[in-house]
């Protein structure tokens, strides 16, 4: 305290998250001494403490919606040299998978930021952990990860199994498996990747062959406990990984808490990030979401969604409205004469 007010960058903050420091000059220290006696002590404003916009977008992005995520940073490479490859090979695209809209035929997609569609999210986000862990920087890992020290099954490890990086295929059953088995929801995957991503960011780990399973059950541990209201036990994982113990679940749930510094939050300008890069992700690897006809029925339910929130919205304005005036109603509203001088 004393006589001076301290930056608001704390010199022993932690060295887990990834942080630009700031300069002395970026972030001046106000004193008493520099104010004249007349002015009396001078604050500094909270606007000066903070963090300038391009020192925040340097932060972790599933802190940040302005940063960029990470799974769709490290599959730009290979987007990139796949559509060089089809322009030096001269490769024709085939097909036309997708469907588009004429005057007679209109086609929705059901997949919605608050409503996604499982099947498609789960295997967009299956994509972004198998580019984290094909265009990892190095193999930093941590022992309660490592699935040789802490198997999920009986079955022997192979000698390999750290250096042998899995398909696509094999991530997405894994978690449709466990979401299926869970019953989890599509907005519990998003968050999962969301808390992958913090993991890795906070931790200074690496996603790798060795790890990823138990990373990813982790997250989704955690994920289906925060997001959903009626979550899933420890215990009924247990049910569904026939080898693995309680204890371990436990102990793997109290790491991945420590290691995100208990930080689970999730703003919804976050989240909504993550969903559209899930989506430019599906785009740039031609995995398209399932689009259907518009119907005289899903036409109608549209309708009456469109109409129920435009009648909530009306509500809401009302009341406001009537908020507004109340102090008017103890006296009764008046219409007063301007007095002209």
């Known amino acids: 305290m004393g006589g001076s007010v301290s930056c608001c960058i704390s010199p022993g903050e932690s060295p887990k998250i990834l942080r630009r420091r700031v300069d002395l000059d970026e972030c001046p220290i106000t004193t008493t001494e520099d104010v ?9 404003h909270i606007s000066d403490r903070e963090l300038p916009d391009e ?22 490479t290979d987007v990139r040299e796949k559509r060089k490859s089809n322009y030096m090979n001269h490769t024709s695209p085939g097909l036309l998978t997708k469907k588009y809209s004429s005057c007679s035929t209109i086609f929705i997609d059901d997949s919605t930021v608050s409503q996604p569609n499982l099947k498609s999210t789960i295997k967009c986000v299956s994509l972004a952990i198998y580019y984290h862990i094909k265009n990892r920087d190095s193999n930093r890992s941590l022992d309660i990860f490592d699935e040789k020290k802490h198997p999920l099954s009986k079955e022997k490890v192979p000698d390999d199994y750290s250096v042998v990086d899995p398909e696509h295929k094999l991530i997405y059953r894994f978690i449709r498996t466990l979401f299926s088995s869970a019953q989890l929801t ?3 995957a998003i968050v999962t990747l ?7 960011t906070y931790a200074e780990i690496d996603i790798c062959p060795c790890n990823w399973k138990r990373i990813v059950l982790g997250a989704i541990l955690l994920a289906s406990k925060v997001w959903d209201d009626q979550a899933v036990w420890n215990v009924d994982y247990c049910q569904i990984l026939k080898d ?10 109290r790491h991945f808490l420590e290691l995100l510094q208990f930080n689970i939050n999730v703003p919804a300008s976050v989240y909504a ?12 690897n031609n995995l398209s979401f399932p ?21 909530k919205y009306k509500d809401l304005s009302r009341s406001a409205m009537r908020r507004s005036v109340s102090a008017d109603n103890l006296i ?6 301007a007095v002209l001088s």
Do not use: W
Request: glycine share 2%; net charge negative; with cysteine.
């Open 55 to 76: 020192l925040a977008q340097e932060v972790n992005p599933s802190d940040h919606p302005r940063a960029s995520t990470l799974f769709l940073n490290k599959s730009q």
């Open 332 to 337: 009764g509203i008046r219409n007063s004469q």
């Open 273 to 284: 990030k993550y969903y559209f890069d899930l989506r430019s992700l599906a785009d740039d």
């Open 194 to 200: 969301v808390y992958l991503e913090r993991l890795l």
């Open 291 to 311: 689009l259907e006809p518009l119907s005289n029925k899903r036409a109608q339910k549209l309708e009456a969604i469109s109409r129920l929130c435009e009648d």
């Open 244 to 253: 693995i113990t309680v204890e371990d679940m436990n102990e793997m749930e």
């Open 36 to 44: 004249s006696e007349d002015t009396g002590t001078y604050l500094q």
């Open 186 to 188: 599509a907005e519990c």
